[in-house]
């Protein structure tokens, strides 16, 4: 992604393995968002670059009315199942748009959530137009996984998902160099999103860490549809080359566990709170 310039096919295929395949929020997420933001479900939540709605979609019942916006249609569909699934059709609403392009009629909003989509979009620009959809007051929230800390693989029920060699399995599909959508990332997605917040005028943050660790069982079924929701292995990315990758994956899962089932330690929830 360039500027305003959305690659569309940056996520191209993955939005039916998303769900499915990526590990969830810390469990205390939900509880620790509405202690520290005082949410009464009275107010609106814009949810930036929600993809399937998985963050939307677990603090609606919090909120009075959430609008989600993606650019990917296969991402807002899958929102729109999720939300009719849980019942929530009267309370979600979801937007095609990229976040550069925030339409002017969605109103203002109490909270702001930006789980791990930031990195992806004009973040001068998108943290400018989101301040100003932002009541006095109101909160910006940044959500990752905690990359810094450490996920021991001992004592596990079942073998740990082989990270290492899948990467490396997805080098010999793909080529050396990581690549995202129609471009490569030889050096990773920006980060430092503290500068660009502070500079765009929000106040803060208030870190807070919800713990994970406990172990999660995945089945290889979930292994592969994580490894096709990420955007250096989309479907996209692989084109042709996806069975052949498929079959070349699930031989690699079955040689870690003949059984069919692994297991992950959860990660911990990373939340940066800033205010307008």
């Not at 810390?26 to 620790?32: D, E, I, K």
């Not at 009541?135 to 996984?145: I, Q």
Request: charged letters at 20%; proline letters at 9%; aromatic letters at 6%.
């Amino acid at each position: 992604m360039n500027g305003t310039w959305w690659d569309d096919t940056l996520f191209a295929g993955t939005a039916a393995h998303y769900r499915r395949g990526r590990l969830p929020y810390a469990p205390g997420l939900v509880t620790a968002l509405a202690e520290a933001l005082n949410l009464d479900g009275r107010g609106r939540l814009l949810d930036v670059g929600c993809g399937p709605g998985t963050l939307a979609l677990d603090l609606a019942g919090h909120f009075a009315e959430v609008v989600g916006v993606d650019p990917d249609p296969d991402m807002i569909a899958e929102a729109e199942h999720g939300a009719e699934e849980l019942g929530l059709t009267g309370v979600c609403r979801w937007v095609r748009a990229p976040a550069e392009q925030l339409p002017h009629d969605l109103g203002d909003f109490d909270v702001a959530t930006f789980g791990q989509s930031f990195h992806w979009m004009d973040r001068p620009l998108v943290a400018a137009t989101t301040r100003t959809l932002l009541r006095p007051g109101g909160a910006l929230v940044h959500l990752s996984d905690l990359k810094s800390e450490p996920r021991p693989t001992e004592g596990l029920p079942h073998p740990p998902v082989p990270h290492a060699a899948v990467a490396d399995l997805v080098r010999h599909h793909l080529g050396p160099v990581r690549r995202a959508g129609r471009g490569f990332l030889p050096h990773g997605t920006p980060g430092d999103e503290a500068a660009v917040l502070a500079a765009a005028g929000f106040t803060g943050p208030h870190r807070l860490v919800v713990p994970g660790g406990h172990a999660l069982t995945r089945t290889a079924d979930q292994v592969v549809a994580g490894v096709l929701s990420l955007s250096s292995s989309t479907p996209h990315l692989l084109g042709p080359g996806l069975p052949a990758f498929e079959t070349d994956l699930r031989a690699l899962l079955r040689n870690t566990s003949p059984t069919g089932f692994f297991s992950e330690r959860q990660p911990s929830t990373e939340v940066f709170i800033w205010h307008r």
